[in-house]
């Protein structure tokens, strides 16, 4: 479900053909922005209507590990952009991105 405007190779061919930085950047932070939004939508309708085993497709599994807290599962958004895993990792991003706007 990635967008390709988050592929390294788009962002260098829309470097080449004199996409800005600042305009790229744009794209990404709309685009992030919505596709966040759509998926919790997504997931408080699947509230909503009852369907949690539904909801549980869109969690993932998040070991303890260290002893100092308990597994967990959260909502996930790997599947957007590389290196983004939660709902923090994204709004961290969209900060990110609108600082370089």
């Known amino acids: 479900m990635s967008d390709k405007i988050f592929d390294k190779e788009v962002c260098d061919y829309l470097l080449k053909f004199g996409v800005t930085n600042k305009q790229i950047n744009d794209l990404k932070f709309s685009n992030l922005k ?3 939004i759509d998926r919790l939508k ?5 509230l909503e209507e009852e369907k949690f085993e539904d909801v549980q ?24 952009v590389d290196g983004i895993n939660d709902l923090n990792d994204v709004c961290n991003y969209l900060k990110e991105l609108k600082k370089n706007k």
């Open 34 to 36: 919505q596709l966040t």
């Open 42 to 46: 997504i997931i408080a309708k699947l």
């Open 57 to 80: 497709n869109h969690l993932a599994y998040s070991p303890a590990g260290d002893g100092m807290g308990d597994d967990n599962y959260y909502i996930f958004f790997y599947d957007l």
